[in-house]
């Protein structure tokens, strides 16, 4: 009796990986989008995300095809302008042709903006890859006195998070402890000991702790955020851990810290995202 | 045309939608006037939501305002007089051509979004009984963090039924079980090591990796996962390291998304790494 299953592989750069505390911890490569990707012996029930759909393509590398209306838009455009000046005498241009001029300079327009709409519409997937902000290093920093399964837990929250979404960095706080991971604006001059001391000064100024609501910059960040996150960050995701309420209702929720995302493109978390991500909040609320 | 490949979600609609309501509404909670929150606040998006709430409106949109546009360029022309021929000479001509290339070019456009528009597929209810097993021995970081896994899977995604197997003994069986004939309605109890000689497990053991199978129904070794409801549609077998595995069962055909897929590989990796560390003083025995 044969089964037929789909067998899915792990990106090899990070299957090695483990979230184990690890005394030296180097990404040197790019974090690529999410993540597991299908086999090529695969059969007609597993469950294949990447349909082969005829779809128009030139066949141009790095021309992105969804943006041809608002090239086609503009372009055509330009040529009915042209044509109403150039083309023609101003003296006989007739009704008519006015008529057609709006109609056709009001449809570019909305193929100009056809585009930005198709970016929210369910089944889009996020065209641009996450960039890695120059000059910024990498770091992975954790408050030490704190104990040893918080650390590992710690450690694997922040793996998680960097390799499943599409941050480049990522920050948990949870009522002592600290750890940053990913790319961060720190000083250059500072030692790994002091580093979430720094971060806890910042966070103090913007006061996170405080924070209730799961908040979501999806475009560029507020400038009082600037100082703390990389350059070339453009959403942010910043959610509370919240102590499970207990049974009084009158209790109101305390906050015990929060988790802090980063990412370098627009609208970088879909709502599942934001689902796992408030579940990984959940883990260090208990 | 070249066959490109295309990312298609298939997002069942509202059973997830409900999930990630009804956590949302567990963070909002009242803001004390003492410890409020003071920060910078994101705006409001509004197109964004806008155009998820009218998803359908918004993919059919091109296609009427380019077949309008069509429509108004060959009235005008037979309004104005104008013989109907596409030819370039006069300007009135060349501006209606260029006109009309956009109103195609919207039309394809439109034609491409209704033809990527995921498909919604219906929940299937499980019909079984729920139940909460936990092995007896256990550290309670380790009970919580087994609750803590079984609460984000059913939340987050399309998951009703959970097993997870572990050196033999059975940790964790939690969510809808079929209901057993012999014990007279109660859950059925998991046999692991009929489990483990079975042809399911050996195989996602030998290839060390997660397998999908996305239509259950389908599926031959369907008949080695009795302790699952007779109608679960989906079921992830994540191979916890060499020992276990977790069995996670879904109400949908195709439920799990490849973000799915890659959490709960992640997952899987911690629970092994929780669990490989309790030591066992109970010896394996043979399940009846």
Redesign the interface.
């Known amino acids: 009796m044969s089964i037929v299953t789909a067998a899915l592989s792990l990106n090899p750069l990070t299957s090695g990986a483990k979230f184990n505390f690890p005394s030296k911890f180097t990404i040197n490569k790019p974090l690529s989008l999410p993540k597991i990707c299908c086999s090529q012996n695969t059969t007609r029930e597993q469950q294949q995300l990447n349909l082969s759909v005829l779809r128009f393509t030139l066949g141009i590398p790095g021309l992105d095809e969804s943006y041809l209306p608002r090239y086609i838009g503009y372009a055509f455009g330009t040529f009915l302008v042209l044509n109403h000046f150039v083309g023609s005498d101003s003296s006989s241009i007739t009704p008519a042709q006015l008529r057609t001029e709006v109609l056709g300079l009001s449809l570019a327009a909305f193929s100009a903006v056809v585009p930005y709409l198709g970016k929210f519409l369910k089944g889009a997937s996020p065209r641009d890859q996450k960039s890695i902000p120059e000059g910024a290093e990498q770091i992975f920093a954790m408050s030490q006195d704190i104990a040893d399964n918080m650390k590992e837990d710690l450690a694997w929250g922040t793996y998680v998070l960097l390799r499943n979404t599409n941050s480049i960095s990522v920050l948990i706080s949870v009522q002592d402890a600290l750890c940053v991971r990913g790319y961060w604006n720190t000083p250059k001059d500072l030692s790994k000991e002091n580093i979430p001391d720094w971060f806890r000064e910042q966070i103090k100024k913007i006061g996170f702790s405080n924070l209730k609501d799961t908040m979501y910059f999806q475009q560029a960040a507020d400038s009082e955020l600037k100082e703390m996150v990389p350059e070339g960050t453009r959403s942010l995701l910043v959610q509370p851990i919240l102590r499970a309420p207990r049974l009084s209702p009158s209790q109101t929720e305390k906050s015990e810290g929060f988790l802090l995302l980063a990412s370098s493109i627009d609208y970088a978390y879909t709502d599942k995202d934001k689902a796992w991500i408030a579940a990984i909040a959940n883990k260090f609320s208990g | 045309?070249?066959?490109?490949?295309?990312?298609?979600?298939?997002?069942p609609l509202s059973p997830?939608r409900r999930?990630?309501v009804s956590?949302?509404r567990?963070?909002?909670?009242?803001?004390?006037p003492r410890?409020?929150?003071?920060?910078?606040?994101?705006k409001r998006?509004w197109?964004?939501d806008w155009?998820?709430k009218n998803?359908d409106f918004?993919?059919s949109?091109?296609i009427y305002?380019?077949g309008a546009?069509l429509l108004?360029?060959l009235l005008?022309?037979t309004?104005?007089g104008?013989a109907p021929v596409a030819d370039a000479s006069?300007?009135?001509s060349?501006?209606?051509l260029?006109?009309l290339?956009?109103?195609v070019?919207?039309i394809?456009?439109g034609l491409?979004?209704l033809?990527?528009?995921?498909k919604s597929i219906s929940v299937v209810n499980p019909n079984g009984v729920e139940c909460q097993r936990i092995y007896h021995n256990l550290p309670d970081?380790v009970t919580?963090?087994l609750l803590?896994a079984w609460?984000?899977l059913s939340?987050?995604t399309c998951c009703r039924s959970l097993v997870v197997i572990y050196d033999g003994i059975c940790i964790l069986q939690i969510g809808f079980a079929n209901i057993s004939d012999s014990n007279g309605g109660e859950p059925m109890v998991v046999d692991a090591d009929k489990l483990m000689k079975g042809?399911?497990y050996n195989?996602?053991q030998k290839?060390g990796?997660?397998?999908?199978?996305?239509?259950l129904a389908?599926?031959?070794?369907k008949s080695e996962l009795p302790f699952l409801p007779s109608n679960t549609q989906?079921v992830i077998?994540q191979p916890l390291g060499d020992k276990g595995i977790a069995i996670v069962g879904g109400d949908t055909i195709?439920g799990?998304?490849?973000?799915?897929?890659?959490?709960i590989?992640?997952i899987g990796?911690?629970l092994d790494?929780t669990l490989a560390k309790v030591v066992y003083r109970t010896p394996l025995t043979v399940q009846e």
């Not at chain 2, 045309?1 to 997002?11: F, I, S």
């Not at chain 2, 990796?209 to 239509?215: D, F, P, W």
């Open positions: 045309m070249e066959a490109g490949t295309l990312l298609r979600l298939v997002v997830t999930r990630f956590r949302q567990s963070v909002r909670a009242s803001l004390s410890g409020g929150y003071e920060g910078p606040r994101p998006e197109v964004a155009v998820s998803d918004v993919r949109l091109p305002a380019g546009s108004a360029v005008n022309r309004v104005s104008i006069s300007s009135q060349r501006a209606d260029l006109t290339g956009l109103a070019t919207n394809l456009n491409v979004w033809s990527i528009r995921p970081s919580s963090e803590w609460e984000s939340d987050v042809s399911l195989g996602v290839s990796s997660q397998s999908y199978l996305a239509n389908l599926y031959p070794g989906a077998l195709r799990f998304t490849s973000s799915d897929q890659a959490w590989t992640l990796e911690k790494a």
